[in-house]
């Protein structure tokens, strides 16, 4: 028999950023649950609103099936004694399993018993399990509520749990299940009595709640599209993911209401409105079919109301007086050049002992110099004006008001000034990429000046924790200044460009700067820890291309030289993993490895030689002839595979006369330097 299951736990507003989490969190725990007590159901869905965590099981189980099966017990001449009677053993046996005596039966020398497991009922597993699923959720801030021990987002209000019309007794935090709940706060139905899990959905939403995320985002982005329709304007889901996805879990019953400022406004730019609407006020702005910014927006309200003018007249009175501020901060930006707000960097501290933004705004020249050099770049005035506008604007009093909105004021302002364009670009781009997977800089002054910018935080993070005991080295739960992602932004950066640049050599060259600049002396490791935090990134980026072998046998080839040769060979070495041939040189490369460990003999006397196969390899080798170009080259080691297969058929290296073994293996190292210019091939 199966029946639907409905979980329902009603809670003060919870934060926006946890709802995705705790949606995924549920689904990925009951599907657990489910599963390791081999109870079958149709479907999992789970929804969310600001107030209510809900999961409907379709066709669940209500009863495990009884389950036959024969258990062995006691051998025969321990179970019986010698009349043929059962002895305290068996008998002790038939009494665990729940037999008669009588019930018992032999088979391959010992007894056995045929025993009925009983199936679980379903009300018993989710009993014992639905309110740790519901109290393992994880999340930011978690704290205690009440007087109860344990921790969650918020308090919870009340808990709903149904098996088809059936209230299933669950207690979370002190809440007993029952099969009422609340509607939407301003609702009419606010009382609300469930009387199965299917009719769930549609009496929430006549308590004009839309419990389905998915159903509400729709409506919200149908809703708001008529709405801008109706008024000859456009709204841009697109640009604004996290908006949508936001005010999608901050309302339970939302309405667009159209909205509107002052067209005085408009002058600021557009950026800085967008901002303010949407990032700090939660305003979806409109733009003309042109593809102008609108003086009007449209806020979404959580409202089951039909008189909206208080809230209509509230948000233009919080929205004037934000703009207000931006028009304000822009004029007084704007009284002087972008460039001659160079020296006011010196007031502003880039890092604790690591100077001003100032100094952090001169690295970038010369970094960007050396870089621009590095690619052959001969005009590079661009790319120098370019670093030396790059942080400007962080002394500007937008960009103090609206942090986020750094390199695009920049921009902005350097394009007012007359910049060359891709110079003002630059100063926006050297930013990107903003996320891990987001845009990259499309032009060389941004790529270049953003990789210098990034090379430099990174360094001084590394230079500025030297001698730490604790190695406050970046973490992905410890990184403040975000240089994981900065780390991720240069290696796409480069190899997405096509970028031939050698990053150990820029670490190098930055850390010299940082050190002769603060009078720092580094420490012998601080190269090589930069490169391996570098590596385990790039490991990271390509985990789902290639497997985790491939990557490690590459690490000897110094992948930081030239990313993009590093690439290359991963794709090819890839491509060959399944080739007879290729795994015959694996095999070989792999042995040969293993008999040299740390030997690093080399004189190869031929002289010494006693055996044909040791001069037929030695030929071999000799004669073989590489080339630059990877498949070839590894092409041509076939030439060694044969000579290699008799050198060991016949060949004892290990020779009891001590210069016969050396030379055998200095002639295998000569071989292994052949394998390795593919390769590590143990790791592969």
Same mark, same amino acid.
């Given at each position: 028999?199966?029946?639907?299951?409905?979980?329902?736990?009603?809670?003060?507003?919870?934060?926006?950023?946890?709802?995705?989490?705790?949606?995924?969190?549920?689904?990925?725990?009951?599907?657990?649950?489910?599963?390791?007590?081999?109870?079958?159901?149709?479907?999992?869905?789970?929804?969310?609103?600001?107030?209510?965590?809900?999961?409907?099981?379709?066709?669940?189980?209500?009863?495990?099936?009884?389950?036959?099966?024969?258990?062995?017990?006691?051998?025969?001449?321990?179970?019986?004694?010698?009349?043929?009677?059962?002895?305290?053993?068996?008998?002790?046996?038939?009494?665990?399993?729940?037999?008669?005596?009588?019930?018992?039966?032999?088979?391959?020398?010992?007894?056995?018993?045929?025993?009925?497991?009983?199936?679980?009922?379903?009300?018993?597993?989710?009993?014992?399990?639905?309110?740790?699923?519901?109290?393992?959720?994880?999340?930011?801030?978690?704290?205690?509520?009440?007087?109860?021990?344990?921790?969650?987002?918020?308090?919870?209000?009340?808990?709903?749990?149904?098996?088809?019309?059936?209230?299933?007794?669950?207690?979370?935090?002190?809440?007993?299940?029952?099969?009422?709940?609340?509607?939407?706060?301003?609702?009419?139905?606010?009382?609300?009595?469930?009387?199965?899990?299917?009719?769930?959905?549609?009496?929430?939403?006549?308590?004009?709640?839309?419990?389905?995320?998915?159903?509400?985002?729709?409506?919200?982005?149908?809703?708001?599209?008529?709405?801008?329709?109706?008024?000859?304007?456009?709204?841009?889901?697109?640009?604004?993911?996290?908006?949508?996805?936001?005010?999608?879990?901050?309302?339970?019953?939302?309405?667009?209401?159209?909205?509107?400022?002052?067209?005085?406004?408009?002058?600021?730019?557009?950026?800085?409105?967008?901002?303010?609407?949407?990032?700090?006020?939660?305003?979806?702005?409109?733009?003309?079919?042109?593809?102008?910014?609108?003086?009007?927006?449209?806020?979404?309200?959580?409202?089951?109301?039909?008189?909206?003018?208080?809230?209509?007249?509230?948000?233009?009175?919080?929205?004037?007086?934000?703009?207000?501020?931006?028009?304000?901060?822009?004029?007084?930006?704007?009284?002087?050049?972008?460039?001659?707000?160079?020296?006011?960097?010196?007031?502003?501290?880039?890092?604790?002992?690591?100077?001003?933004?100032?100094?952090?705004?001169?690295?970038?020249?010369?970094?960007?110099?050396?870089?621009?050099?590095?690619?052959?770049?001969?005009?590079?005035?661009?790319?120098?004006?370019?670093?030396?506008?790059?942080?400007?604007?962080?002394?500007?009093?937008?960009?103090?008001?609206?942090?986020?909105?750094?390199?695009?004021?920049?921009?902005?302002?350097?394009?007012?000034?007359?910049?060359?364009?891709?110079?003002? !670009?630059?100063?926006? +781009?050297?930013?990107? *990429? #903003? @996320?891990?997977?987001? %845009?990259?800089? &499309? /032009?060389?002054?941004?790529?270049?000046?953003?990789?210098?910018?990034?090379?430099?935080?990174?360094?001084?993070?590394?230079?500025?924790?030297?001698?730490?005991?604790?190695?406050?080295?970046?973490?992905?739960?410890?990184?403040?200044?975000?240089?994981?992602?900065?780390?991720?932004?240069?290696?796409?950066?480069?190899?997405?460009?096509?970028?031939?640049?050698?990053?150990?050599?820029?670490?190098?060259?930055?850390?010299?700067?940082?050190?002769?600049?603060?009078?720092?002396?580094?420490?012998?490791?601080?190269?090589?820890?930069?490169?391996?935090?570098?590596?385990?990134?790039?490991?990271?980026?390509?985990?789902?291309?290639?497997?985790?072998?491939? !990557?490690?046998?590459? +690490?000897?080839?110094? *992948? #930081? @030289?030239?990313?993009? %040769?590093?690439? &290359? /060979?991963?794709?090819?070495?890839?491509?060959?993993?399944?080739?007879?041939?290729?795994?015959?040189?694996?095999?070989?490369?792999?042995?040969?490895?293993?008999?040299?460990?740390?030997?690093?003999?080399?004189?190869?006397?031929?002289?010494?030689?006693?055996?044909?196969?040791?001069?037929?390899?030695?030929?071999?080798?000799?004669?073989?002839?590489?080339?630059?170009?990877?498949?070839?080259?590894?092409?041509?080691?076939?030439?060694?595979?044969?000579?290699?297969?008799?050198?060991?058929?016949?060949?004892?290296?290990?020779?009891?006369?001590?210069?016969?073994?050396?030379?055998?293996?200095?002639?295998?190292?000569?071989?292994?330097?052949?394998?390795?210019?593919?390769?590590?091939?143990?790791?592969?």
């Amino acid at each position: 028999m199966k029946k639907d299951f409905l979980l329902e736990v009603l809670v003060q507003e919870l934060p926006y950023k946890f709802i995705p989490s705790a949606i995924s969190q549920l689904k990925s725990s009951f599907e657990k649950l489910f599963k390791d007590n081999a109870f079958n159901y149709e479907a999992i869905n789970v929804y969310a609103t600001p107030r209510r965590l809900s999961v409907i099981v379709n066709n669940l189980d209500i009863c495990q099936e009884d389950v036959v099966k024969d258990v062995k017990g006691p051998i025969l001449n321990i179970a019986k004694n010698d009349k043929g009677e059962y002895t305290p053993a068996a008998l002790g046996f038939a009494k665990k399993n729940g037999v008669e005596v009588s019930a018992l039966y032999e088979k391959e020398n010992y007894i056995w018993a045929k025993i009925t497991l009983k199936g679980n009922d379903i009300r018993d597993i989710l009993k014992n399990n639905v309110q740790n699923i519901i109290l393992k959720l994880q999340g930011s801030h978690f704290m205690r509520w009440a007087d109860n021990d344990e921790k969650f987002s918020r308090p919870i209000e009340n808990v709903v749990a149904l098996l088809g019309s059936e209230v299933v007794e669950l207690n979370i935090m002190d809440k007993k299940s029952t099969n009422k709940t609340k509607g939407h706060r301003y609702s009419k139905n606010i009382d609300v009595t469930i009387d199965e899990p299917k009719n769930y959905v549609d009496l929430m939403r006549k308590a004009n709640v839309i419990v389905n995320q998915d159903e509400r985002q729709e409506l919200i982005i149908n809703s708001a599209k008529k709405c801008a329709e109706e008024n000859n304007l456009e709204i841009k889901f697109e640009k604004m993911p996290e908006l949508l996805e936001e005010v999608t879990f901050i309302t339970e019953w939302p309405v667009p209401v159209l909205c509107e400022f002052q067209e005085k406004y408009l002058q600021i730019p557009s950026i800085v409105t967008t901002t303010v609407m949407s990032s700090h006020q939660r305003y979806f702005p409109l733009w003309t079919k042109d593809g102008k910014l609108s003086n009007k927006f449209i806020t979404m309200a959580n409202y089951t109301g039909s008189d909206f003018s208080n809230i209509k007249a509230g948000n233009q009175r919080v929205i004037t007086a934000r703009l207000e501020d931006g028009i304000f901060f822009y004029n007084e930006d704007t009284k002087t050049k972008l460039i001659d707000k160079f020296d006011a960097l010196k007031g502003m501290t880039f890092q604790k002992g690591l100077g001003t933004l100032y100094d952090k705004a001169e690295r970038l020249i010369n970094l960007s110099d050396k870089i621009a050099d590095e690619l052959g770049i001969n005009n590079k005035e661009d790319i120098l004006r370019c670093a030396k506008l790059s942080k400007c604007d962080l002394s500007t009093s937008l960009v103090f008001e609206f942090t986020e909105l750094q390199g695009f004021i920049g921009q902005n302002y350097a394009e007012k000034d007359g910049e060359k364009d891709n110079v003002a !670009l630059g100063i926006s +781009e050297h930013y990107f *990429p #903003l @996320a891990a997977n987001s %845009e990259l800089p &499309s /032009k060389i002054e941004g790529q270049i000046v953003s990789i210098a910018d990034k090379i430099d935080t990174i360094c001084a993070v590394f230079i500025s924790t030297q001698g730490d005991k604790k190695k406050k080295r970046p973490t992905g739960s410890n990184d403040p200044l975000a240089t994981s992602r900065a780390t991720i932004g240069i290696l796409r950066t480069v190899i997405e460009n096509n970028l031939k640049i050698d990053i150990v050599e820029l670490i190098k060259y930055s850390l010299d700067l940082l050190s002769k600049e603060f009078n720092i002396p580094l420490e012998n490791t601080i190269v090589d820890e930069i490169k391996d935090f570098f590596i385990s990134r790039l490991y990271v980026m390509y985990e789902n291309n290639y497997s985790f072998n491939i !990557l490690k046998s590459l +690490e000897n080839t110094n *992948p #930081l @030289a030239n990313v993009l %040769e590093f690439i &290359s /060979k991963a794709d090819i070495l890839k491509e060959y993993s399944n080739d007879d041939n290729f795994l015959k040189i694996k095999e070989n490369a792999t042995r040969v490895s293993k008999i040299l460990k740390d030997c690093s003999l080399k004189d190869v006397q031929d002289n010494l030689f006693t055996l044909e196969e040791e001069k037929g390899l030695y030929k071999a080798i000799k004669e073989h002839n590489g080339t630059d170009d990877l498949k070839e080259y590894i092409k041509s080691l076939n030439s060694l595979t044969d000579p290699t297969a008799k050198f060991f058929d016949k060949v004892l290296v290990m020779d009891k006369d001590e210069k016969i073994k050396n030379n055998r293996l200095a002639l295998l190292n000569l071989l292994r330097d052949k394998f390795n210019k593919v390769c590590d091939f143990e790791k592969l």
